[in-house]
């Protein structure tokens, strides 16, 4: 695999950075004819390693008119969601654009729920239960079209590879990216540190296709029902008790999947009952006081037992 497992926040100076970017793009040596413009895309990368790799793996096997789109394209404001680097961004953004398929895309995204040192079987499930992909049934169906998704988005530079081959790494920068083209043109909250404004908007809460909650103060403050009719996943992970109020999931009739992380439940809320098109369910180390409601999940496709300890009062 040509993905590095490591792109530092650091700057390259105009050599080192064109020599990274010729590695990348494999077909820009000194003779060739895309050099010229080649190296103007090069600097629009500002000399930020994981900027440069990831353009230059998406540039691989363009022709002369696609790379000078490139360059028209990264010369573009980027977004103003995005508080990092302008120029990784821009570049992400890019290399994002150029994806084979909105499949690839969204699998991409899902990405930014999960984070770092991902596994692959969490892809899986969420892409199963999501009726990701056309054509696609079982679990090693999806698992081997995860698997080519992944290798390809590796070779972009848009994952990288993890401490095995179960796993995948994320380079902060993109993750960043990630989360804020989600938001902008996906209808996806990753929220992981502060809730921002978008959380309290009611009329927005109610365009959200997925929902990613790792945020302690949300958390520990959930509203007693959750005005997302157009939600299609929900995760949210927490490490110890919480009680999730009983019509939470009340107004979210269109939920595909749900994955709850690490978390002390007493019970599901009786809420969950109405979700007649969930088919995914994951209670990935949870303990659970009282499962009995999962037997009125009638579309559950996919679920996860083994995860749960289960926890009885006597």
């Given at each position: 695999m040509d993905?590095?497992?490591?792109?530092p926040i650091g700057f390259l100076n105009e050599k080192e950075a064109w020599d990274l970017f010729k590695k990348k793009a494999s077909e820009c040596d000194e003779s060739c004819d895309l050099k010229p413009i080649a190296m103007e895309v090069a600097k629009k990368c500002a000399g930020l390693p994981i900027a440069i790799a990831t353009v230059a793996g998406a540039s691989r096997n363009k022709r002369l008119f696609e790379w000078k789109n490139a360059l028209r394209e990264l010369e573009r404001p980027s977004s103003s969601n995005f508080t990092g680097i302008a120029a990784a961004y821009s570049?992400?953004?890019?290399?994002?654009?150029?994806?084979?398929?909105?499949?690839?895309?969204?699998?991409?995204?899902?990405?930014s729920v999960i984070g770092h040192n991902g596994l692959i079987?969490?892809?899986?499930?969420?892409?199963?239960?999501l009726g990701l992909f056309d054509g696609v049934h079982t679990i090693e169906e999806a698992r081997n079209k995860v698997l080519?998704?992944?290798?390809n988005l590796k070779a972009s530079a848009l994952l990288l590879d993890s401490y095995n081959d179960k796993l995948f790494d994320i380079h902060d920068v993109v993750w960043d990216a990630a989360i804020a083209i989600a938001l902008k043109d996906y209808r996806m909250l990753v929220l992981r540190d502060h809730p921002p404004k978008e959380w309290s908007d009611k009329e927005k809460m109610k365009t959200w296709s997925v929902i990613s909650l790792r945020c302690p103060q949300i958390i520990a403050n959930l509203p007693k029902e959750m005005e997302c009719s157009g939600l299609s996943f929900f995760h949210m992970a927490y490490d110890g008790a919480v009680k999730i109020?009983?019509?939470f999931f009340k107004q979210t009739e269109g939920l595909k999947a749900l994955d709850l992380v690490g978390m002390q439940l007493p019970s599901l809320p009786e809420s969950i009952i109405q979700l007649a098109d969930l088919r995914m369910l994951c209670l990935k180390k949870c303990a659970v006081d009282d499962i009995t409601i999962l037997g009125e999940l009638k579309s559950l496709q996919v679920l996860k037992p083994f995860s749960v300890r289960y926890q009885r009062t006597t």
């Open positions: 993905a590095q497992k490591n792109f570049a992400i953004e890019w290399s994002f654009n150029y994806l084979e398929s909105e499949e690839v895309k969204l699998t991409f995204l899902l990405c079987e969490d892809l899986v499930r969420y892409t199963l239960g080519t998704v992944v290798a109020p009983l019509n």
